[in-house]
C-alpha cells in the first residue's frame, strides 16, 4: 500500500491511499475514525487498522466487472484523482527529530575522503545524527537558498523507514516487525556551515532541509533493497545512482544500534545515508543554486520533487517560477 498525506482542492490536510491515479480518502471512508486523522495515528493504531485500509485499496483497484470494484467514472466518493491533490510530507510534522545515517555507502565514504583530502576510512558502527521536525518538507516544497548562511547548498538521496512499532534494544532479526515502511529524504546540507564543526547538526538542520515523501510504501510492497535503486536529478541531469542495496548498515543492523538505549516509536523516521556523487564530490564542485529543481526517487516510492528559492527574494519565488 501506498500511502500519502494529502489536501483535497480547498481542504485541509487527509491521510490517504494511491490506487493508480486516485488518492482515497481513509478519514472520510472510516466514518471519520480518529484512527486516520493523521499518518501517525494510522500508524500507532496497529495491524487491524492497517488491514483495513488494505482491503479498502484492493477493493477500489478491483475491476468493476467483478462486483467488488468502484466505478470511478460514474460514482461520486471520497476520492480524487492524484493530479486534484496537493501532497505533503507523508509525516509533515514527526514526534521527535530525524534520525539520520551518516555515511552509509563505500561510494560516499571514499568520495568523500577524496574531496576533502582526507584518508579513506570504512566506519565500523553506523554514524548518526539528527534533523529537527521544522527542517521537514513535503513534495513540491521550495528549499531555502539564503546566501547569508551558505554558498555550499548540496543534495543527497536517501531511502528512509518509518517505524510502525514501538521497541527499544531490538535485535536484527526483529528489526522488520517494527519497520512500517519506506520514503524517500533529500538529505539537504550546507557543506560550509556543516564543516566547521564536528556536528553536522546545524548544517544540515536548517528549515526546509528535510524535504520527505512523496509516499510511505508499506514493507510488504517494497521489493528487496539490492533492487531499489536510488537516484538523484538536477534540472533533470542524473547526478547519484546506485542500489539502496550497497548500504554498509542496512535497516536491521542501523536500526538495532540506534534502539540501544532509545525507544523507537510509531511515526520515528531514519533515514539511511546517502551513495556518492553529491554536489561537493564533484569536480569542479557543484552546488544548488536558485531556480533549480531537485528529483529524488527510491524503487516503488515515486519522485519527490523540490526546487530551491532564494530566500532573501532573488531567487524564484513560487512553483510556477521554476526552471522546468
Known amino acids: 500500500m501506498k500511502l500519502v498525506t494529502f489536501s483535497p482542492p480547498e481542504q485541509g490536510r487527509r491521510v490517504g491511499a494511491i490506487v493508480d491515479d486516485h ?6 471512508l472510516s466514518g471519520d475514525d480518529p484512527a486516520f486523522a493523521t499518518m501517525v495515528g494510522l500508524l500507532a493504531a496497529g495491524p487491524s487498522s492497517l488491514g483495513w485500509a488494505t482491503n479498502l485499496c484492493a477493493e477500489f483497484a478491483a475491476p468493476v466487472s467483478t ?14 484523482p492524484l493530479s486534484s491533490v496537493s501532497l505533503a510530507a507523508p509525516i509533515p510534522r514527526p514526534a521527535k527529530n530525524v534520525f539520520c545515517v551518516g555515511l552509509n555507502y563505500r561510494s ?10 582526507q584518508p579513506i576510512e570504512i566506519p565500523t558502527i553506523p554514524l548518526f545524527f539528527s534533523k529537527p521536525v521544522t527542517a521537514v518538507i513535503g513534495p513540491g516544497d ?4 539564503d546566501p547569508r548562511l551558505t554558498n555550499k547548498l548540496d543534495f543527497e538521496v536517501e531511502l528512509a523507514v518509518v517505524i510502525g512499532k514501538q521497541g527499544t534494544w531490538i535485535a536484527p532479526e526483529d528489526v522488520y516487525e517494527h519497520i512500517f515502511g519506506f520514503t524517500i529524504v533529500n538529505d539537504v546540507s550546507a557543506r560550509d556551515l556543516q564543516w566547521r564543526t564536528s556536528q553536522f547538526f546545524y548544517g544540515k538542520g536548517l528549515d526546509s532541509y528535510c524535504p520527505m515523501g512523496p509516499a510511505i510504501v508499506t514493507k510488504d510492497e517494497m521489493p528487496l533493497l539490492a533492487e531499489v535503486q536510488l537516484e538523484l536529478r538536477v ?8 542500489p539502496a542495496g550497497n548500504m554498509l548498515f542496512p535497516p536491521e543492523l542501523a536500526i538495532a544500534e540506534l534502539s540501544k538505549g532509545i525507544t523507537l516509536e510509531p511515526g520515528d523516521v531514519i533515514s539511511l545515508g546517502t551513495p556518492g556523487g553529491c554536489g561537493y564530490q564533484s569536480v569542479p564542485p557543484r552546488f544548488l543554486r536558485p531556480g533549480d ?11 519527490l520533487q523540490n526546487h530551491v528559492v532564494d530566500v ?10 521554476v526552471r522546468q
Open 142 to 145: 521550495a528549499v531555502v537558498y
Open 235 to 242: 534540472n533533470g541531469e542524473l547526478r547519484q545512482s546506485e
Open 312 to 321: 532573501t527574494g532573488d531567487g524564484p519565488s513560487n512553483k510556477s517560477e
Open 293 to 303: 529543481v531537485i528529483e529524488c526517487r527510491a524503487g516503488p516510492i515515486g519522485a
Open 23 to 28: 488518492v482515497i480518502d481513509l478519514l472520510a
Open 108 to 117: 560516499h565514504v571514499e568520495q568523500n575522503a577524496i574531496a576533502l583530502g
Open 67 to 80: 462486483g467488488l470494484g468502484r466505478d470511478r467514472t460514474n460514482e461520486t466518493g471520497p476520492w480524487y
